[in-house]
């Protein structure tokens, strides 16, 4: 049962990560298709993701009050019939629009994920199972471009939509058929306006959680770097076709579950302080190697080379992250549904502002995508550095 339910938990983060993925190969064809430019249809990576975001601050609170499946299953119908109309849309504006309800609807399954499995879970446990759901939905961003890819070579670029409709019917029937609710009524919140409003205030006016979040949100600005980066990185950086996203992805995202699969099976061992300083570690290793490489190639970088640092950098992500996500969510016991809100927030938040606004500064040059990868990791750093030095100071201070 506990490996259906991190199969089905990781699946519905997968819908969000498909939904900005698969699509990435048909950048280019969707602004020969409308006639637009590369900034124009860029826009429509950074609509979804700065709807995904916004619609983030609610889920967990819409959970906390009317329960888990139902809030999943409404998310899960809109986002089906959002991405029927983007395979249907008729002009860039109608496009825009229906990534934008995509975006609005594809986070519910990973934030009110996170609160399932507080509900279930404790402790190391906890991490252990969202290591796991971190292994298995580590697969969509492997699988996404790929299949995106001959997608668009073999029918069109509408043809991605299509796949992400049926991908969202079949996430509403096994929600349906196989999610158990995980909060019972007599530990719902009342719907109400103010007091919402007040829990919100008491989780952003929280320094340790605020920063621990941005420790995860500025950590995975790395990954999201390269993913808003990638059409341009994959065929203007490394001269690949549509059809070869997987060198980039598959490294990418293979050090992410090989690094979740290895911090799954520790983290009962292995405290959670250390845990984090193996993951920091790995990650600046990969930077150096990054940074040093690009520099020595300047222009001419190639394939494996190019990649193989970022597979060393998620495994680090992906050692350090749950530990840090989980100690987040642990200073909220009584309002996980709202804090995974705001944590898959500041972290989704922290991606769109990377995918939209950073990326398209610096996806000329491999370099300058290695130093934006660097700058990220340390301020992520520091800010993991200072929630923890506020924690043992309320320690002593207890």
């Known amino acids: 049962m506990q490996r259906l339910l991190t199969v089905i938990l990781a699946c519905l983060g997968m819908v969000g990560a498909l939904a900005i ?27 979804f993701l700065f709807m995904f975001a916004f619609m983030m601050l609610f889920y967990g609170t819409l959970s906390d009050s009317f329960g888990r499946r139902p809030v999943i299953m409404v998310a899960l119908t809109v986002y089906t019939l959002a991405s029927a109309g983007a395979a249907l849309a008729p002009t860039f504006g109608w496009l825009l629009l229906f990534r934008a309800l995509q975006g609005m609807s594809a986070g519910a399954g990973s934030v009110i994920g996170q609160a399932i ?12 199972i969202m290591s796991h759901i971190m292994m298995v939905f580590g697969l969509a961003p492997a699988i996404a471009p790929v299949l995106g890819g001959w997608l668009h070579v073999t029918f069109g670029w509408r043809a991605t939509f299509v796949f992400l409709a049926l991908f969202g019917t079949v996430m509403l029937l096994a929600t349906w058929k196989l999610l158990p609710e995980s909060l019972p009524r007599e530990k719902r919140h009342a719907f109400h306006g103010v007091a919402i409003a007040r829990n919100y205030l008491k989780v952003l006016g929280h320094p340790q959680f605020v920063l621990l979040s941005l420790s995860v949100g500025l950590a995975f600005g790395g990954l999201s770097l390269y993913i808003g980066s990638a059409a341009n990185f994959v065929m203007e950086i490394l001269r690949l076709p549509e059809t070869a996203f997987a060198w980039m992805f598959i490294p990418l995202i293979s ?7 290895w911090g799954g099976k520790r983290a009962a061992r292995i405290p959670a302080p250390r845990m984090r300083a193996i993951g920091f570690g790995t990650m600046l290793l990969a930077c150096v190697l ?26 680090g992500l992906a050692v350090a992250m749950p530990a840090i996500q989980v100690s987040a969510l642990g200073l909220f016991p ?12 500041i972290q989704m938040m922290s991606f769109a502002l990377v995918s939209g606004l950073v990326a398209p500064l610096l996806f000329d040059s491999a370099f300058k995508l290695a130093c934006g990868v660097a ?19 309320r320690v002593a201070a207890a």
């Not at 990054?290 to 495994?315: D, H, Q, R, S």
């Open 375 to 393: 700058v990220g990791l340390v301020a992520s750093f520091c800010a993991c550095q200072l929630g923890n030095a506020m924690a043992r100071e």
């Open 255 to 261: 050090g992410m579950v090989i690094g979740s699969a």
């Open 290 to 315: 990054n940074v040093g490489y690009t520099a020595a190639a300047g222009g001419t970088v190639t394939i494996p080379w190019a990649v193989l640092p970022l597979m060393v950098y998620t495994f």
């Open 334 to 345: 009584d309002n996980r549904g709202l804090a995974s809100s705001m944590l898959a927030f």
């Open 21 to 47: 993925d698969t699509y990435l190969p048909s950048i280019p064809a969707i602004g020969r298709a409308f006639d637009v430019g590369p900034v124009a249809v860029q826009q429509t990576l950074s609509v």
């Open 117 to 128: 499995v507080q509900d279930r879970f404790t402790g190391a446990e906890a991490q252990r």
